[in-house]
């Protein structure tokens, strides 16, 4: 009885990996923004070679400023790469969690509380929605 149980509980708790999609689209910009922080990096390590090799320490100053700004630029891509991923993870998180309150709201016993509530009312709407497009008087003869 007790592993029955268990076994119940371990079903209703995991997810299956057919029931969340993959997020390709947004996993590409992740990689794409973090390959540009990267590309970024090689390319100021370049530009401040070649800077000091033609004009050598008269162009330090002006190196040091482009290297502060490229550098920035790199970290707030590698930044955003990371943000993207995590955007994905949180969405796969509240997919997870939709698909487990699902399972376990068909579980329970008697359904959603307050369900017979909704029905009976849209019931009532689609009634009086029928008397507006047909009366009653008109149905009754």
């Known amino acids: 009885m007790g592993e029955d149980k268990r076994t119940t509980d371990r079903s209703v708790s995991r997810v299956r ?9 947004l996993r590409w910009v992740g990689t ?18 070649a800077g000091m ?6 162009a330090l100053p002006t190196l040091l400023g482009e290297l502060a700004n490229t550098a920035v630029l790199a970290v707030v891509l590698w930044g955003g790469g990371d943000l993207v991923k995590l955007l994905i ?23 959603m509380p307050g369900l017979a509530e ?23 003869a």
């Open 17 to 25: 990996e057919s029931d969340i999609e993959p997020y390709t689209a």
């Open 32 to 49: 794409l923004f973090k390959a540009a922080a990267v590309f970024l990096a090689v390319a100021l390590i370049g530009e401040f070679i």
């Open 53 to 58: 090799r033609m004009a050598g320490t008269s």
């Open 89 to 111: 993870r949180l969405g796969n998180d509240v997919r997870a969690e939709r698909i487990l309150l699902a399972r376990l709201v068909h579980r329970t016993p008697g359904g």
């Open 118 to 140: 909704q029905e009976e009312d849209e019931a009532v709407v689609e009634e009086l929605a029928r008397d507006r497009v047909e009366p009653r008087s008109a149905r009754s």
